[in-house]
């Protein structure tokens, strides 16, 4: 058995590169991205091929991260490559429009329920913000009601978080980090996510609501039975005059072509959307009703705000995407093989953790997936109770250390180029990790 010690000194010991990059990066570069584990240096990737990346020093890796769920078709798939230098060619940046975009913007008004226009940006954070904005800008309101557990992005209005002594059925947001100003709090309801007080709460507070918001599947959170609780959702926002939005950044075009609109048929009145969409490259677009939209038309429109971004819309992005999306669209057995393989992994580690009595538990909705590290029911993130945190370290870094990369985050993907060989080598790191961790005694 290989001990967390042992795994940890053989990982250093194979990633010499990636110590030295840690080391002269420090003096200069600050890092803006989640680092893929608690480790003496972070690993440093060079490239990336199907289901694989690999490291600076050449160890390969399946990778569970996909770009944050991005790369649907797996790393470098050659029609989004031979799409972005098929552009390159021709320019890839003006900062006005391009006739690029039309045809990413056809492919997702088809494709999501609820848009009647679109608006690209550049980031799903991007999305988000412009989606409030629009919100107040269309209702004359201020106060945007999120779920606890939610991550809309990076933006002041997105970073709260849940402060854990509040009641569950009324939670209260905090600042998630330092810099985000107090005062913007009055304009946040945080409401209890899967809890029918949250219906509640939107009725207690309908005057003051621009917009309810939600992901379509919790990333932190993947339940397969969200879908009933956003149709309900959509009807209580519906009947009290509320607008109703759902981030679909993550959801859209991963749990389903659709999104999570399609998978549970429920449409919104904004929608985001970001990751997926962009083929690998940066990218953000805002969907709706066309009366809710208008107020992107200009500021002389009524109710009209401001938006915009020098690369928006940039022609790069939009060939990368409508090639993601061109191919998705032709192959929607895709999405049947990744709901299989989702539910493999899951059954499969599981069961082993039924079997063994390890308190371990991965929830999941398609090709999403999410490890907990306790026996107990998890219904919503208040339900986490974080009792073997040492645990979940020591789990990560031994997958890690056999050749399997979950992002820091722990929030897990597969892509198309996971295939069954892939999958049965998650399946048995997976149950090899846990059942490391358990022997030594680390629950």
């Not at 609820?114 to 107040?136: D, H, I, K, L, P």
């Not at 779920?147 to 939670?171: I, K, L, N, Q």
């Not at 509640?200 to 879908?227: C, Y």
Request: with cysteine; charged share 20%; glycine share 10%.
């Amino acid at each position: 058995m290989t001990t967390i010690a042992q795994a940890r000194a053989e990982l250093e010991a194979k990633t010499p590169r990636s110590r030295r990059i840690a080391q002269d990066r420090s003096e200069i570069l600050n890092s803006g991205l989640a680092a893929n584990l608690e480790m003496p240096h972070p690993i440093f990737i060079e490239r990336g091929e199907g289901a694989y990346v690999f490291d600076a020093d050449g160890n390969r890796y399946i990778d569970t991260s996909v770009g944050f769920g991005l790369h649907m078709l797996g790393h470098a798939h050659p029609e989004i490559r031979r799409a972005i230098q098929s552009r390159a060619e021709d320019g890839w940046m003006f900062g006005i429009h391009t006739t690029a975009q039309m045809g990413l913007a056809t492919l997702l008004h088809e494709a999501s329920p609820c848009a009647q226009r679109v608006v690209f940006c550049n980031t799903g954070s991007e999305a988000t913000m412009y989606a409030f904005r629009a919100a107040r800008g269309f209702s004359g309101r201020e106060k945007i009601a999120l779920f606890d557990g939610f991550y809309h992005g990076a933006h002041d209005y997105g970073m709260w978080r849940t402060d854990a002594s509040s009641p569950v059925d009324e939670p209260v947001a905090v600042p998630m980090g330092h810099g985000i100003p107090r005062a913007l709090s009055d304009l946040v309801l945080l409401l209890p996510y899967r809890n029918r007080h949250a219906f509640d709460l939107i009725r207690r507070h309908r005057d003051e609501l621009a917009l309810v918001f939600v992901e379509g599947v919790q990333s932190s959170n993947p339940q397969s039975e969200a879908g009933e609780f956003l149709r309900e959702l959509a009807q209580v926002c519906r009947d009290n005059g509320v607008l109703f939005g759902i981030d679909e950044v993550i959801t859209g075009f991963r749990v389903a072509y659709g999104g999570a609109q399609a998978r549970f048929d429920v449409v919104p009145d904004i929608a985001t959307y970001g990751k997926v969409l962009g083929g690998g490259l940066p990218v953000g677009a805002i969907t709706g009703k066309a009366d809710v939209m208008n107020v992107f038309t200009g500021l002389a429109a009524e109710r009209g705000v401001f938006s915009g971004g020098t690369f928006s819309g940039n022609p790069l992005t939009m060939e990368a995407g409508r090639a993601m999306l061109t191919h998705l669209r032709a192959h929607p057995d895709i999405y049947t093989r990744l709901e299989a393989a989702g539910a493999r992994l899951a059954n499969a580690v599981n069961g082993y953790c039924e079997a063994n009595q390890i308190p371990a538990q991965m929830k999941h909705v398609g090709s999403m997936f999410h490890m907990f590290f306790q026996r107990e029911p998890v219904n919503s993130m208040r339900d986490a109770v974080h009792v073997n945190v040492a645990a979940e370290k020591a789990f990560y870094l031994h997958a890690l250390n056999q050749g399997v990369l979950v992002p820091g985050t722990q929030r897990a993907f597969l892509s198309a180029a996971h295939g069954e060989t892939e999958i049965d080598r998650l399946i048995q790191v997976f149950q090899t990790s846990l059942g490391a961790v358990r022997e030594e005694g680390i629950f």
